[in-house]
């Protein structure tokens, strides 16, 4: 079955780190960019960042928000997707998807998402 | 950033009902637009993509249009199924940005 099983989400006090983990299975997951998305308590989504593939030499791009606290990694021998979260803050509480993209005339779009993993960042 | 802004934020029609969802991109996007359907406590689900494009297994009665700056998605026939919030989001550079979403209820 083609599914995306994120995990790793937990209670964590600001300031302190966590890693969270996607599990892919059922499709070739080096063709694909992969995206972390997120959603804050009853509020709407909001992109994290994204990793390229091999092609492209698993770059990255990330949203403001995120950008020097947050880093995305993958390992396509595990068919696996990573986000560590550093220095964490109390606006970093929210269920994170992982998301798979993919491409039409070289643009991603998000094909399918993970469960979520929620991430409470709490004292 | 490319701001995307949804309306109405919510909505209530009965089954049978045709209703539109607007979106619009503070610059043009082009045709690289996504909409996406959240029901109460799931994931986001991929409904149509290059704006008008739908992904397979989803049904015929959801349809995209619009290109440059504004968008609709519209649910020709509604149904109790269909409860959910709706988003857009553009593709095409980064930040990658979503709308605000559509409550839609029955």
């Known amino acids: 079955e083609v599914q995306l099983v994120d995990s790793g989400g937990d209670l964590v006090q600001p300031g302190g780190s966590l890693r969270l983990s996607c599990a892919v299975f059922?499709?070739?997951?080096?063709?694909?960019?992969m995206d972390w998305v997120r959603q804050a308590p009853g509020k709407g989504l909001e992109w994290v960042g994204r990793?390229?593939?091999?092609?492209?030499?698993?770059?990255?791009e990330y949203a403001a928000s995120v950008k020097g606290r947050f880093t995305i990694s993958r390992d396509d021998s595990k068919n696996s997707l990573y986000l560590q979260m550093n220095s964490l803050k109390t606006e970093d509480t929210a269920v994170y998807y992982c998301?798979?993209?993919?491409?039409?005339?070289?643009?991603?779009?998000?094909?399918?998402w993970g469960r979520g993993t929620l991430v409470t960042v709490s004292s | 950033d490319v701001q995307m802004t949804q309306s109405p934020a919510t909505l209530s029609a009965s089954v049978g009902d045709r209703v539109t969802i607007t979106c619009r991109a503070s610059?043009?996007?082009?045709?690289?637009l996504a909409w996406y359907q959240q029901r109460p406590g799931k994931a986001p689900k991929l409904l149509i993509y290059?704006?008008?494009t739908l992904e397979p297994g989803v049904p015929s009665t959801f349809s995209g249009s619009g290109s440059g700056t504004e968008f609709t998605l519209t649910i020709s026939s509604l149904q109790p199924e269909d409860v959910a919030t709706y988003y857009c989001?553009?593709?095409?550079?980064?930040?990658?940005?979503f709308g605000g979403g559509t409550k839609v209820g029955i």
């Open positions: 998301a798979r993209a993919s491409s039409t005339s070289g643009r991603w779009y998000f094909d399918l």
């Open positions: 610059q043009s996007i082009s045709n690289c």
């Open positions: 290059m704006a008008s």
């Open positions: 990793m390229r593939n091999k092609a492209r030499s698993y770059t990255t």
């Open positions: 989001q553009q593709y095409i550079t980064y930040p990658l940005t």
């Open positions: 059922g499709f070739t997951f080096s063709d694909h960019y």
